[in-house]
């Protein structure tokens, strides 16, 4: 792995979380007030689960 690597995943990244703020940003005004009121071990579970489904998804692609 390489720098270029590196900021290639981060720029897609970048590019995954502008996509539904650019499409449809009243919506995701509304999911971001719905986020603030969930427990925040609720949110460390979704982390956790979208951290666990990018790590095995890593290890199928490479």
């Known amino acids: ?23 449809s940003p009243q919506k995701y005004k509304i999911t971001m007030q719905q986020m603030l009121s969930m427990p925040d071990s609720t949110l460390r579970s979704i982390g956790f689960g979208l951290m666990c489904i990018g790590v095995v998804s890593l290890f199928l692609v490479r």
């Open 1 to 23: 792995m390489n720098w270029t690597d590196l900021f290639t995943a981060l720029a897609l990244v970048m590019v995954v979380e502008g996509i539904i703020p650019f499409i």
